[in-house]
Structure formats: C-alpha cells, structure tokens
C-alpha cells in the first residue's frame, strides 16, 4: 500500500505527491575493461601465405581490429592515447584506449584521434600509438621488418586528400604495409547485410550519412551528412543539465563518459514528439516517465550538542550575565557614595555660608565653589539628594518609596507682578513640570481609550457576526480580495518600475526631471511666485522622493502603514475560523502549491523537495530529456543545429534529385539503417512513420537495420576483404611509391578519388 | 596519480601501471629511420581551407593553359588528367580571368553532376564540404527553452520561447548569463568578438 504523507482530500486540486523512487539511477564508473589480451596464433597461422588481411575500422568512437579470419573485431577500444611523464616515477608514460580509466591523471590527459565533432583524423601521433598497440596486440613481432599483412581500413565519406594522404605515409612508410586498401563504413555494412539497391542511412558517433545505393554501386553525388551523431547527443544533454541544474554538473563531478553512458541508459526516440513532451509532464503517471539519477554527495553534519553541553553553555551564559550584572551594581554603588560624599560637602559648604560672618566672606564660599547665590546651592543640594534617594531605592532599596504626590504647583496661581526674578523663574520651572505631568497623564488617558475602542469594534464585529452570519462573511471575502488585488498591484508596480519603458517608469523619470528643473511648473510662472515655488511647505511634497526611489524593497514595506502580508493573514485565519467554505486550499499559500507547480514538476519530479537535504540537492531526474536528445537527429533546429532533419534530408534525395530515377522505388524498398545511432529505442518505426508521411502513396517504404549497428561495418570490410576482386583493390606499396601520396583506386565499396 | 577503482590501492596500482605501460615495449615493426613531417596535425578548418584553395589555382591552371582542350558538356576525361599537384597550379587568385573562371565553375556545378568521378574543368563532384547537408526548408517548431515542450510564446526582451505562464515568471526572474545560456543551447546567443 502506497502511503502518502499528506490525506486526500475529495475536492482538492492539490495533486498527490509521490513518495520516493524505488529505482535511482547512478552514475557509471569509467568504462575501465582490463587489459585487452594479445594473442599470437593467428599471426602465426597465416605466416605461411602472409595473405590475410588485418581489418581496422577506424570510428570516432571505437576502434575495433581483427584479422579478416574472424567473426568479430577482437579489439575494441576508444581512439584514445595518453602519453606524458610521470613525475613521481619520472619516466615516460603512455595508454593507450580504454586502458587510460584505470588512472584519473592518464585519463586527464587522455587525447582522441578525432577533434570531438568531427570524423576526419586530426591528432597523428595518438593514430600512430593506436596502430601500435593494435599490432601489438595481434602479435606482430616486425621481424621481417614492418608489419607484413595487408591492412584494410575505414574512411569517413568524402574524405579529404590530405587524411588519405597522410595515413597512407604512416602506414606504408612507418610500418612498411604491403597493401592498403580503404573503403567507406556504412557500404561495408550495408554489402554485408545483403544489399543491393537501397538508401543507406548511417547514423553514428559524429555524424549521419545517406547514401543512395543502386546495384551495388553507390551515387556518392548524391549523398549528404548531416553533422549529428551520439557524440553530439552529448555535448547537448550535458547543456541541458547544465541549465537545469545550475551548479550540479560540473566537469569535475561529471565526466562524459558518465553522461553518454546516460545517453543510452536513459534515452529514445519519441514516435510523436509533440504529443509525448505535451504529456510527459503531466502529474498521472509522471514517476514512470521521469528518472532520477543520484550523483555522490556528502551528509552535511550536524552537531549534536548532548543535553550536557547544553546546559553547560547556559550555565556559562548566564554566569557571565550575572558578573557583568555585579559589575555594574558595583559602580554604580561606588557613584552613589561619590554623590553621597558630595552632598554632605555641599551641605557642609551651605553651613558655613549660612553661618558666614560677612556677606562677602559667604560670596568668597559661594564662588569657591561656583555657585551663583544660595539659593542656587541650595537648590543643588536637593537635587543631589533626590537622585541619590532614587538610586538608592532602585540599587539598595533599604529607603522607603516616596509617595507619589501629585506635584503642587503653588506659584502657578500667583500672577507674575507679584513675584520676583527668583519667583518668575520658578514659575516657569513649575509650568514646564506642570505641562509635562499633564502630557504623561494624557497620554496615559489616550492608550486606555483606544483600547477601549478597539474592544468596542471587536465587539461590535462579534455581534454582527452573530447576527448575520452571511453578509458578514461576505465582507470579510470581498476584503481579503481587496488585500490579494493590492498585493498584485504592488508586485507589479515594482516589476514596472525595474521595465525602462512601462508607464511607471516614465512617470517617475517625469518627477525626476521636474524636481531637477529650473522651472518646475511649467514655463509660465504663476502669479505671485517670483522664485520661490513653495515646494516643502507641504508635508505631502516631500512624499515625492519616495515615489521615485526606484529601488524599493520589502523592508520598506513592513513599515509602511499598511502591511499587506499581515492583514492577509489575519482575514484569511479569520474566514478559516468561521467560514465553513474557506479551507485550506484556498488561502494564498496554497495557490503556490508546488505540487500544480509546471516547473517542479520538470525539475524536481513528482516527489516532495527539501532544500537543505544534500542527498536531493544533488539529484538530477530525466523527463523530458529522454525524448528531447535524440530528436534533434529529425529536427536540427532544437540544438541549434542549421542543417535539415533526417527525414527532410531522405525526402530531398528521393523526391526532387533522383525523381526520375528508374530505381527510386527500389531504392525506398530497401531503407537500410546503420550505426551506433540506431540503437535508440524507436528509431526504426520513427523512421517509417515519417517516411510515409512524406513519401507519394505507391512507393512501399521498408525499413531495415543490420544485425549489428556497430560491429557491421567491420564485418562488411572483413567479408570484403575475403572475396577476390577486392584484392585487386589494394593498392600495393610499390604502386603508392610509384603513383604519389595521393592515389586512390576506387570501388564500389570505397570513396571515390577528388 | 589518484587510484580510481576503490577495489585497488598503491601497490597493486603501481603494478597495473607497469603492466599497462605501452611505452616501454619495443616496436619493432617501427620503422626507425622514418620521421614524421613537422606540423601534420591539422584540424579540419584548416584542411577543408587549404582544400579548396588547392582548387582554385588548379582551376585557374586549367582555366588559363593550354594543357587541356575545354571540354564541352559533360567532362570524359578521366582523373588522371586533373594534376592534383597545387605546386603547379597558378598562385596568383588576383587575376582578372578569376571571374571567367567562377562563373565557369558555376554553371558547372549547377548542372547535375551525372558523373560519378568529377573530371575535366568541373569542380569534384564530391568533396566533404559538398556532400554536407543543406537547411532546412521546412518551418521550425518552437520549443520552450525552459522545458523542451512546444512553445507559443516568445519573450520579447530576451527572445527566449516559454511554454506557459508559470514559466514567463522564471524566465522573467533570470539574469543575463543564464539567458545566454539558454539561448546557446539553440544557437541564438550573441557572441561578441
């Protein structure tokens, strides 16, 4: 029984989350196959003629080499060499093929024969270590000097001069071959398969080849390549990873070999592309379509702190609280005596004016210590006394409080004639205590009242909720839709005012370029306002500069007045209390469900995501992928690729350049389909299905693949190499030496000389 | 040197590494005295350019000697008299004859080639560039850029296609290294040189 974590709810829209796969895919480990064995015998065996040839079908991908003897290619490997200088060691190292994966640093400096994306032989040197270790590995021993076997090697369509040129060097004067001859993969594969007059389609590592074929005789005029092929698949999977996942494929992490290996595991071609990515992402049925692969990740660790060190830690807190708290008691204390010490002086001082013999041995006091007059000591005096009895009865408390009394403000009444300077400036004093008593009490006054009003409302509300359950309710409704409108107003004033050409912004450049003008209003003055406009007298000028400060965030928001965010909670947890319509679902948290959510759905899966857990961070699920990546070979358009699709390309050959051919129909009878692209789930009836729709109505179209997409091609050229007439293809090494770099005898399996 | 399988370790790595080496073991079907030629690794750029460069002056050459009587029509001679050798071959692209020889050269290639073998004053009729796939002249379906489904919409300040609302909100909130990111994966970022 599945079990969900969350109920099902009969009316929610809300889609059931998954619980997690059961199958999580991993990532491959490097394609690590041990050391290829060498094996003498047939060296040996055919010592005796020196007849039999070695097969090498030179690919982008693999390498696979055998005697001509054999029903498949012993050797298999990709063109790979990695040659440098070990620095622990300090010796010269190099692997050759697959035998570099058993190393990260002979694997990072690994180089291919081919550049990547193409099929014409690019880097010599890793050619030449491959040839090597492939007669190595066949147990040539040179003793006649060279390699004494005729040697039959694959091309690339159309191959340029130069390869040709520059192979034939390395295998005739390098190795001293006796006889070289070449031909074209796809027609050694399509020959092998039986055929005679067909469309070759070869779909492979870097590129994909159609060849009309008639009688055994390919119109190489007529054939195209298109420039995609598996190695290109790729390169575009990983792209597509890259931006789905910002951050998780990184070349260090991922290695293509890993993301090829996905390639194969994870994809295939879709019979209606339109329809199936339309459906792909739907809900129902999404855990069987979409595939998650777990990349190597670290548990992020989080210190347990035990009961014990918990509590140790409060224990440390709060003794370093309870020290600062003593030391500060402790100076305040030292204060209070200081102050205490003072005012005993003061007093003292205040003894001694009183009882001064003179007046002006009492004004000598009285300077001393820089007091106006004694009443100003005076008054000294009892300040000192009044902050000392208030400090002591909040530190010590060993005083008792002093009533409250409510001030008196005798002088107050007295009228001002009657007083003296003394008296007026006392009268003053008692009117500023006076006015701030009342404040405080007003103030006072004013909180009690609002809480009462606010009781009042909620009172009143109550009632009317009583009373009138219905209209109620619907004003709290129609509410919280005024509150979910502004929200929506604001969030898009925001975003227009970040868009230069919406009409927020405008305006806003409006009141920019009028505060910054010399004539803000306008060209006419107004009468009667000579210079200045009066800009700032009003409070609500100055809410201008709010307006066009552009980079407003939300903390301005929260202090503004109306916090829309609060208020929506607060009516929405209202309307959940007693509306009995209003559930869960239809508050504004669950509008951004994630479960509806398109993007979460690609992205993520149907399964819940937890952002802090670092397994599912470094997660990746393949959906739409899986169809995505191989159909750029139908339509190029999707990888950017400007060239026609394969069906496009076929319709092209068949319909406009051999219209008239008599074989045409023939030809569209026998589609054969070759190569490592082949392989994809769906190729084939794709094919025909597309074929059909493009092709007239009486032309029977047949497709077909050989037995087996990779290995033909070496099987053609092996069986090839067996038949008579092919001999006299070879070119022998006396006949290159004679005839230049450059010559070629052609055939019908073969390129043809440019 | 970082051990990748976790079955091995040092020793037994050392040992495979010794195993493995290929440099060490002598070659004796190497031809000692043979050196290869400096700078022959050369990238299909530059093979393809200096192809058809290698053309052009044989073209001139035959063209402008009179080694070969112009064919007229379809070209019978074989390809033992097309002199592959470009040393031989005019260096001299500037001339004003060039012209003549284009639209030669055009009116020859238009015409369907009904030879295998390319022969006479005619181009090869087969060459890598000319055997690759012309556009397509079909119109190309949309597709999201965000999710791979059939788009209909566009966004017009990035030009990045968007299959629904939900995602205009993501495409709206990416920044620019991310869109061109996007838009690479079709071919339709801005590159600055």
């Known amino acids: 029984m599945p079990h969900f974590t969350i109920p099902i709810l ?44 070695i097969i090498i079908d030179n690919g982008s991908f693999s390498i696979r080499a055998g005697w001509q003897t054999e029903a498949t290619p012993r050797l298999q490997f990709p063109p790979l060499m990695a040659r440098y ?20 640093t002979a694997r990072g400096q690994a180089k291919s024969i081919y550049e990547p994306g193409s099929n014409i032989v690019n880097n010599w040197d890793v050619q030449e270590g491959v040839l090597d270790y492939v007669w190595l590995k066949l147990g040539i021993d040179g003793q006649q000097g060279g390699v004494d076997r005729p040697v039959v090697m694959t091309e690339p369509l159309a191959n340029t001069t130069y390869t040709r040129k520059v192979m034939s060097e390395i295998l005739y004067e390098l190795y001293n071959v006796p006889a070289v001859a070449y031909g074209v993969d796809s027609l050694f594969s399509y020959n092998y398969n039986g055929g005679t007059t067909g469309l070759v389609i070869s779909s492979a590592h870097t590129s994909t080849h159609l060849i009309p074929v008639v009688d055994k005789q390919p119109l190489l005029s007529h054939a195209t390549r298109l420039d995609w092929g598996r190695a290109q698949c790729v390169e575009f999977l990983t792209r597509l990873l890259k931006v789905k996942y910002p951050g998780l494929i990184t070349s260090s992490k991922v290695t293509d070999t890993q993301i090829e290996d996905l390639v194969r595991n994870h994809c295939y071609v879709s019979q209606d592309y339109r329809e199936e990515t339309l459906r792909m992402l739907e809900w129902a049925g999404l855990e069987d379509r979409d595939q998650l692969v777990q990349l190597p990740f670290q548990e992020k660790e989080i210190i347990q702190k035990t009961e014990e060190e918990l509590k140790m830690a409060e224990e440390r807190r709060r003794e370093g609280g309870r020290r600062l708290q003593e030391q500060a008691a402790k100076m305040r204390l030292d204060k209070l005596i200081k102050k205490e010490q003072e005012t005993e002086y003061l007093k003292d001082v205040l003894i001694r004016v009183q009882e001064a013999p003179t007046k002006k041995a009492a004004r000598e006091l009285l300077d001393e210590e820089e007091f106006k007059d004694e009443a100003a000591l005076d008054r000294k005096i009892k300040e000192m006394e009044k902050t000392i009895r ?22 107050l009444s007295t009228p001002d004639d009657e007083l003296d300077e003394d008296g007026i400036r006392a009268k003053k004093a008692q009117r500023l205590l006076k006015a701030n008593h009342d404040a ?5 006054a004013e909180k009690e009242a609002e809480k009462e009003r606010q009781a009042e409302v909620q009172r009143q509300d109550d009632a009317y909720r009583e009373r009138d359950f219905e209209s109620w309710v619907n004003d709290r409704r129609a509410e919280r839709q005024t509150v979910v409108q502004r929200i929506r107003d604001r969030d898009r004033l925001k975003a227009d005012l970040g868009n230069r050409k919406s009409q927020a ?16 209003n306008g060209k006419k003055r107004r009468r009667g306002n000579a210079d200045d406009d009066g800009f700032g007298a009003d409070d609500a000028d100055w809410g201008i500069y709010r307006e066009i400060q552009a980079g407003r965030n939300d903390d301005d928001e929260e202090d503004e007045e109306e916090d829309l965010g609060a208020q929506l909670k607060g009516l929405e947890t209202l309307l959940l209390r007693f509306d009995p319509q209003f559930t869960e679902q239809s508050t504004q948290e669950a509008q951004r469900d994630w479960t509806k959510s398109l993007y979460h759905a690609f992205a993520r899966g149907p399964y819940a995501f937890d952002q802090e857990s670092a397994k599912e961070s470094a997660q990746f699920h393949l959906n739409v992928e899986r169809i995505r990546v191989p159909e750029v070979i139908f339509q190029p358009s999707i990888a950017g690729v400007d060239q026609a699709g394969l069906v496009e390309l076929v319709e092209s050959i068949m319909m406009e350049r051999l219209s008239g051919h008599a074989q045409r129909d023939a030809m569209l009878k026998d589609v054969f389909v070759t190569g490592g692209y082949a392989m994809f789930q769906g190729f084939e009836e794709r094919l025909v299905t597309e074929l059909r729709a493009v092709l007239p109505l009486e032309a029977a179209v047949k497709v077909r693949r050989a037995r087996i997409p990779v290995l033909d091609a070496w099987r053609g050229a092996a069986g090839w190499a067996g038949t008579e007439e092919s001999r006299g293809k070879f070119v022998s090494r006396g006949e290159w030496m004679e005839k230049g770099g450059e010559y070629l005898r052609e055939h019908n399996l073969g390129n043809v000389f440019t | 040197m970082a051990p990748i399988t976790s079955a091995s370790n040092e020793e037994t790595h050392a040992a495979l590494l010794n195993q493995l080496d290929m440099q060490s073991i002598p070659k004796p079907f190497r031809n000692p005295n043979w050196k290869p030629p400096q700078r022959r690794n050369k990238n299909l750029k530059q093979i393809l350019s200096e192809a058809s460069r290698a053309q052009q ?37 500037s001339r004003l004859v060039l012209d003549k020889n284009n639209t030669n050269l055009q009116a020859t290639q238009l015409a369907p080639p009904t030879a295998v073998t390319g022969g006479g004053l005619g181009a090869p009729s087969v060459t890598y560039t000319s055997i690759q796939a ?19 919409y566009t966004d017009p300040k990035t030009g990045l296609q968007y299959y629904n609302a939900e995602i205009y909100q993501i495409v709206r909130g990416l920044g620019t290294a991310q869109v061109q990111e996007f838009l690479a994966i079709r071919g339709a970022n801005t590159v600055l040189k």
Request: aromatic content about 4%.
């Open chain 1, 10 to 53: 009969a009316d929610s829209g809300r889609n059931t989350p998954k619980e997690p796969p059961t199958d999580t895919f991993h990532l491959s480990d490097p394609p690590y196959q041990g050391q290829l064995p060498t094996d003498l015998s047939t060296y040996r065996r055919s010592a005796s003629t020196g007849d039999t040839a």
């Open chain 1, 85 to 104: 200088t070990d620095r622990k060691l300090n010796r010269k190292l190099m692997f050759i093929g697959s035998e570099i994966y058993f190393d990260g």
């Open chain 1, 390 to 411: 208030k400090q002591r009865n909040k530190d010590v408390g060993d005083l008792e409080e002093e009533s409250k009394e409510v001030p008196a403000y005798p002088l």
């Open chain 1, 440 to 444: 405080r009490a007003r103030a006072k």
């Open chain 1, 505 to 520: 912004s405008q305006m806003r450049m409006k009141h920019i370029a009028n505060l910054a003008s010399d004539n803000p």
């Open chain 2, 57 to 93: 002056s044989i073209i001139n050459t035959q063209q402008n000697s009179g080694a070969t009587t112009p064919a007229v029509g379809d070209g019978t001679t074989g390809p033992a008299s097309l002199n592959p050798n470009p040393a031989q071959g005019s260096q001299d692209l």
């Open chain 2, 134 to 152: 012309p556009p397509s002249l079909k119109p190309k379906q949309k597709y999201c850029d965000i999710t791979g489904l059939p788009s209909k």
